[in-house]
């Protein structure tokens, strides 16, 4: 990728300012001048994506939702096992990302790919549940994000396996077995991430672990481009929804 291109997302992620009446206005005027540059940039951003596909991949076949899913470079981390799976659905508000998908599932062949402009908080497949539902990177720039997790559980089969990727600050005083941040970092990242309207948030974690059982949790960081001193904080997490 040239330095030009990454100047272009540079610029809509720390200058442009986002525009629109509602999330869905908002999500494209941010995305639709940066979706060609997009995969790319954020590649070098956005870690942890590729384990936690890959393990779920290896999981089962069925049915997948990708909530926020898009330009569906997710899915290539999947492998080969995703010619398994049923139907896998990318769902996103950001339509000028879904042509991406489309072009994307044309590239690689993959006939069980659709894409899907919805709102992650009420979405539900034509099948009406899922195997799997994946949130990378999204949950923080969904306004509810509690209700999208809500929704994931009501659409998720019994035993269902639930994949999040995402930045993320600590609570001040953590849980037993979670890292605490300092306060900077608890201070820094939000204030930071806002103008993007991407909130990292000290609830998630907690969240999904009371509503699932709890598969793999890593708590890490990230480098960030061209900030070589700097690393964000991001979580790993897989679980399972109960079978009773």
Request: net charge positive.
């Amino acid at each position: 990728m040239s330095f030009l291109s990454d100047l272009k997302v540079l610029y809509h992620l720390v200058l442009r300012p986002v525009r629109g009446k509602d999330h869905a206005q908002r999500m494209e005027n941010f995305y639709a001048g940066q979706a060609s540059h997009y995969d790319d940039f954020r590649k070098r951003l956005l870690q942890g994506r590729e384990h936690v596909y890959e393990q779920l991949g290896r999981a089962r076949s069925g049915t997948w939702v990708d909530f926020g899913g898009g330009t569906g470079a997710n899915l290539e981390f999947i492998g080969e096992p995703i010619r398994n799976l049923e139907q896998i659905y990318v769902v996103d508000l950001a339509t000028s990302l879904l042509d991406v998908v489309e072009k994307r599932v044309e590239k690689n062949g993959w006939s069980n790919v659709s894409a899907v402009a919805a709102d992650a908080t009420t979405w539900t497949p034509p099948s009406g549940s899922a195997d799997i539902v994946t949130f990378s990177y999204s949950l923080t720039m969904i306004p509810d994000w509690f209700a999208a997790i809500d929704n994931a559980l009501r659409i998720l089969k019994p035993g269902g396996l639930i994949g999040v990727i995402d930045f993320y600050v600590s609570r001040k005083y953590p849980a037993t077995g979670l890292k605490q941040h300092g306060w900077s970092t608890r201070s820094f990242w939000p204030v930071w991430f806002s103008s993007d309207n991407v909130f990292p948030n000290p609830d998630h974690v907690p969240y999904l672990q009371r509503h699932f059982e709890t598969v793999l949790l890593e708590e890490k960081r990230a480098k960030v481009p061209y900030l070589p001193l700097i690393r964000t904080p991001y979580y790993q997490f897989i679980g399972r929804k109960p079978l009773a």
